[in-house]
């Protein structure tokens, strides 16, 4: 159960608010390099921390992101001439470049100096491995983004998708840390092996404070009355998760990026350290099918090409018949299971009604991080700098899974596989 103010403090990312101002402190995944792949090409809408953006790449192949809103009267930029490098408001003809500047009026004389007190709104940017990074904060020498292993290993080794979720940030997020979940919802969807090998239902977490967040460990009983399966996820500042699998199997994070209080944009990314990605590793019944496949027609809303096909006014695509007679939710797939869940919880969820016990100790401890650094950022004098936005090597980890005798501690274990080494990998077969 949360405090009313406490709840406030949790989902509301738009500018002005704690939330949000500490997660302007981290750089941000935006787009996908494939959503824009011209030069002077389309430029394309986007939200962001409760900010409508536009993006564009420029003749030189640089990308630029600005708020969508002419600062002459307000029209929007997406309908905007992309070309030199800039991006030119159709209505009057103002052009401004990717750092924001107005560079031509041509509707004012030619002698005007106006277009030198006009500056759009414009954010940094970093593309790296097919993502387009941006970063909102004040900071002007941030460094580059987190060393996440999957934007880091060759294109082939990892498979990238994302997908819009009409829930807060906050609730999608915990649903991404809660480890007792897939045995009940996404049974039928992932291999009985999977569930056969993890053991019982009921995971007592730990939780060790990291610098770059939280490893999150899950102990279950297993099969061995001797032993513990552990279950190591990752937790980093400020919305990524990282699940645990173990052997050849691909490694699984989410981004969930908040687009405003009651949006949030799911980045999935499973990758192989060492392998290409294959055809089997998402097949039904793999561990990590989490990838959107299918999705509605895009309308004019900024990021609606990402919208699952299924959804809350189609019951999610649920067959109701087979969950009468299966162990298997009804809904199909591991993306869909989730959304549904975490929409129907509402677009901001009211945490003062909710009842936690052991198996959401995870989830407590990463929401009372997120209250204390919003609260430390927002208090402090002046710019102060928060765990690891300064030390993107640091987020070059990994998730893992392991039996170890009971008497054993599970965080010597987990320190011989959790520091990614870039082309290595030697996480335990679990069996």
């Known amino acids: 159960m949360l405090k009313a103010e406490d709840n406030e403090l949790l989902t509301r990312i738009g500018p002005g608010t704690k939330m949000g101002g500490l997660l302007r402190h981290y750089w941000i995944p935006a787009l996908l390099t494939e959503e824009l792949p011209d030069p002077d090409g389309r430029p394309v809408r986007l939200r962001l921390l409760g900010e409508d953006l536009v993006a564009f790449r420029g003749a030189d192949g640089q990308v630029g992101i600005?708020?969508?809103?002419?600062?002459?009267?307000?029209?929007?930029?997406?309908?905007?001439?992309n070309s030199e490098c800039g991006i030119r408001c159709v209505y009057h003809g103002w052009k401004y470049d990717r750092q924001g500047n107005c560079v031509d009026m041509p509707n004012e004389p030619p002698t005007s100096r106006f277009k030198e007190k006009i500056h759009l709104r414009a954010y940094r940017v970093h593309e790296r491995n097919g993502i387009i990074w941006a970063y909102m904060g004040p900071r002007s020498d941030m460094p580059e983004p987190p060393h996440l292993?999957?934007?880091?290993?060759?294109?082939?080794?990892?498979?990238?998708?994302?997908?819009?979720?009409?829930?807060?940030?906050?609730?999608?997020?915990?649903?991404g840390i809660d480890s007792s979940h897939g045995h009940f919802l996404h049974r039928g969807t992932v291999s009985e092996e999977t569930f056969t090998a993890i053991g019982d239902s009921h995971?007592?977490?730990?939780?060790?404070?990291?610098?770059?967040?939280?490893?999150?460990?899950?102990?279950?009983?297993?099969r061995d009355p001797a032993k513990y399966f552990w279950r190591v996820y990752q937790?980093?500042?400020?919305?990524?998760?990282?699940?645990?699998?173990?052997?050849?199997?691909?490694?699984?994070?989410?981004?969930?990026?908040?687009?405003?209080?009651?949006?949030?944009?799911?980045?999935?990314?499973?990758?192989h350290p060492t392998r290409p990605m294959r055809a089997a590793d998402h097949a039904d019944g793999s561990s990590v099918a989490v990838h959107a496949e299918e999705f509605r027609a895009p309308t004019d809303e900024a990021d609606s090409r990402w919208a699952p096909k299924g959804g809350r006014d189609n019951?999610?695509?649920?067959?109701?018949?087979?969950?009468?007679?299966?162990p298997y939710s009804g809904i199909p797939g591991i993306p869909l299971q989730d959304a549904a869940m975490q929409e129907s919880m509402g677009a901001i969820y009211d945490r003062r009604t909710e009842h936690l016990g052991m198996a959401d100790a995870a989830i407590l401890k990463v929401r009372r991080r997120w209250l204390a650094l919003?609260?430390?950022?927002?208090?402090?004098?002046?710019?102060?700098?928060?765990?690891?936005?300064?030390?993107?090597?640091?987020?070059?980890?990994?998730?893992c899974a392991f039996i170890i005798p009971r008497e054993l501690l599970w965080t010597e274990q987990a320190q011989k596989y959790v520091d990614a080494r870039l082309g290595v990998y030697d996480i335990p077969v679990i069996s």
């Open 203 to 222: 995971p007592i977490y730990e939780v060790m404070d990291t610098e770059y967040g939280a490893m999150l460990a899950a102990r279950h009983d297993g």
């Open 149 to 175: 292993e999957w934007n880091l290993v060759p294109e082939e080794q990892v498979t990238l998708t994302k997908r819009l979720t009409r829930a807060n940030w906050a609730q999608v997020l915990e649903g």
């Open 315 to 326: 019951d999610y695509l649920m067959d109701w018949d087979r969950q009468l007679t299966t």
């Open 235 to 271: 937790f980093l500042l400020p919305f990524y998760t990282m699940v645990p699998f173990g052997g050849d199997s691909p490694i699984i994070s989410h981004a969930f990026v908040p687009r405003d209080d009651t949006s949030t944009m799911v980045w999935s990314a499973t990758w």
């Open 374 to 399: 919003a609260r430390a950022a927002a208090e402090a004098e002046g710019y102060t700098e928060l765990p690891g936005e300064a030390s993107p090597e640091r987020y070059l980890v990994r998730s």
């Open 66 to 81: 600005v708020s969508e809103y002419c600062l002459h009267r307000g029209a929007s930029l997406y309908y905007g001439k």
